[in-house]
């Protein structure tokens, strides 16, 4: 897939706005899409690709495992869960954890609303820990959300969960450790912080293949695969990733 960097000139702000708390479920859904809009257009300037797209490569690539308990590490959208879901050679069901209660609320509306709601289930998200038993997942997906994270704790955590044999697959930006990108990426944490106002991306820590490569097999996972969903505009730029690893 060609890449296509952030576009040229002064980066607007997206929109970020926290959601409504539950009292306000009467004007929920035009809010929820209004976030899930500032969500797409994040995605697009962060990786260079389609939100929507790259949900459904993500989605087809769960498939090929053949795997029937995925376990969504931190749903948010509830965009991939949701299409998962309804995907006909999807036969499993689909455990999607976020830690707002708004974003769980209207993930479980559009599930009703899709018929979708006996596969795709949201819970509760605590810090740190996912409410499941040791093994029990068979695939758990994490998609963007690494970064805002400890990484050896995050991996611990979701090691915990899998059962043997099961796959971790990581969506996440690898940003190559060359000395321009490193200036690079300085530049865009003053963007983040200062003109989007997104201080949780603003301190977001990215890795290297080398450096996850190594993070991943210190958790104790035994193989990985990483594929690349763009190619890189440059030897500086970073790239979109799969992490596929097996416990």
């Keep these: ?14 929109d970020f706005s926290a959601a409504r ?15 899930e809009e500032g969500v797409a257009r994040f995605f697009r300037w962060r990786t260079g690709l389609d939100y929507y797209a790259a949900m459904d490569q993500i989605v087809d690539f769960v498939l090929t495992t053949r795997r029937i308990c995925v376990v969504d590490l931190l749903c948010d959208t509830a965009t991939f869960s949701l299409r998962l879901a309804g995907r006909k050679g999807f036969q499993g069901k689909v455990y999607a954890f976020d830690d707002n209660i708004t974003l769980l609320e209207r993930a479980r509306q559009r599930a009703r ?12 998200y605590e810090p ?61 944490r003053l963007q983040l912080r200062f003109i989007q106002k997104n201080i949780e991306e603003a301190r977001g820590a990215y890795f290297d293949r080398e ?15 990483i594929q690349g969903l763009q190619s890189p505009a440059s030897p500086h730029r970073g790239v979109f990733s799969l992490v596929a690893a097996t416990k």
């Design 113 to 124: 609303y899709l018929n979708l709601d006996q596969i795709a289930e949201f819970r509760q």
């Design 21 to 35: 708390p539950r009292p306000f479920l009467s004007s929920l859904p035009a809010k929820i899409d209004s976030y």
């Design 211 to 225: 450096a996850m490569i190594r993070m991943v097999f210190e958790a104790g996972f035994r193989q990985v695969i």
């Design 1 to 14: 897939m060609k890449h296509e960097g952030p576009a040229k000139g002064v980066q607007t702000k997206f």
């Design 128 to 188: 740190q820990r996912w409410a499941v038993a040791d093994g029990f997942a068979e695939i758990a997906v994490s998609i963007f959300d690494l970064h805002r994270h400890d990484a050896t704790k995050y991996l611990s955590e979701a090691y915990r969960i899998l059962a043997p044999e099961g796959y971790l697959l990581l969506a996440e930006v690898l940003e190559p450790g060359t000395a321009w990108n490193r200036l690079r990426w300085i530049w865009s």
